[in-house]
């Protein structure tokens, strides 16, 4: 257990007495909301440059590997989350298929929890290798970063990338059984958009894949971008048209997820859309975040955190883990401020830093 002094350097009040010691009480923050969904970044590293999540010669405050999370700690921090009422953990980054040794940290994290739901966001550079072991480790699905399918405007959306790598990296994972959905973020930047867009549905839908459509946010390099580029929800569903049913037929993903989905007009299929520009979802948010140094990050739009991994080397116990979660999550505020021009800390937040 942390001491008074210990947790004073660690920036946490004093854990009250006799907090968690019948088990991890149910994480909640002010507003009432309660959390089911841990987004854990393995790495701030990743092997392609997007334009909207980092800067062209990369992010300069990489973590050295002793900075960061360790499986093990990894692992216990993913437990005392599940104790609190986390129902799915998704591996995120950077790119965490260049973590080395990955597949072990998913095996580690699944037989710590078997119960919880594990899946990853990946852009599949190196998933055509490791979808076998990823699946027998646990991996039940992964959401892959994908814009395009032209190679030439792949190449130039993610400074250098294959887009023939990604596609074997899908085929791959629908062989092992994952369940695969596509992430879109839909760029108006050339006359060729909207095309892009409707040839990328048709591909999906062609390979029983859901393709969800997340509206760019004004965070890191995607608040460079010019205004102009971005598409909201409704206007992704005028470029798609008669693809998809009437707006009526829209239905929420679940409680653990904030897309929309909307069916196919014509044929089995459908398409989701995060809107959190246009339609603000955060009165309904049930995740939080943990970056790769082990940092509690209650929204993705605050650069406020709690370090999970310092308590952990202070030797904190579980006890004083589910403190400073129940702490960072204490201070989450109820909205995310992008419309409000006066509030820019999230314009210097680094997705690849945090996890997305």
């Given at each position: 257990m942390l001491d008074n002094r210990q947790a004073k350097r660690l920036a946490l009040p004093p854990r009250p007495s006799g907090f968690a010691e019948a088990g991890v009480p149910?994480?909640?923050?002010?507003?009432?909301?309660t959390y089911r969904y841990l987004r854990l970044s393995v790495t701030d590293r990743c092997d392609l440059a997007c334009l909207y999540c980092m800067p062209p010669s990369g992010e300069e405050d990489h973590a050295l590997r002793k900075a960061l999370l360790t499986f093990e700690e990894a692992a216990r921090v993913v437990g005392v989350f599940a104790a609190g009422g986390i129902e799915r953990v998704r591996f995120t980054g950077g790119e965490p298929l260049v973590r080395k040794d990955v597949v072990e940290l998913v095996a580690r994290v699944h037989r710590r929890v078997p119960h919880v739901t594990l899946a990853m966001t990946t852009n599949a550079t190196r998933l055509g290798e490791l979808a076998r072991p990823l699946r027998a480790a646990g991996l039940g699905g992964v959401n892959v970063s994908l814009d395009?399918?032209?190679?030439e405007r792949f190449r130039s959306l993610t400074r250098g990338g294959d887009v023939g790598r990604v596609k074997a990296g899908i085929h791959a994972a629908l062989a092992e059984g994952m369940d695969v959905k596509l992430n879109v973020v839909p760029l108006r930047h050339d006359p060729?958009?909207?095309?892009?867009l409707r040839e990328l549905v048709d591909w999906a839908w062609g390979l029983g894949i859901t393709p969800r459509f997340i509206e760019l946010m004004p965070l890191g390099e995607g608040a460079k971008l010019p205004a102009d580029w971005r598409m909201s929800a409704t206007e992704v569903r005028a470029v798609l048209g008669d693809r998809l049913a009437d707006r009526d037929a829209e239905t929420p993903e679940g409680p653990v997820g904030p897309a929309r989905y909307v069916p196919r007009r014509n044929g089995e299929g459908r398409i989701g859309f995060i809107s959190a520009m246009s339609n603000e979802f955060c009165g309904t948010c049930n995740r939080v975040r943990v970056t790769a140094r082990g940092d509690v990050r209650a929204c993705l739009a605050d650069r406020r955190a709690v370090s999970l991994r310092d308590v952990m080397r202070a030797g904190g116990s579980d006890a004083d883990l589910a403190w400073a979660m129940r702490w960072a999550?204490?201070?989450?505020?109820?909205?995310?401020?992008?419309?409000?021009?006066?509030?820019?800390?999230?314009?210097n937040v680094g997705m690849s830093l945090i996890g997305g």
């Open positions: 149910p994480l909640a923050d002010r507003q009432g909301r395009t399918l032209d190679p060729a958009s909207d095309g892009d999550l204490g201070g989450k505020a109820e909205g995310h401020f992008f419309a409000d021009p006066s509030a820019t800390e999230h314009e």
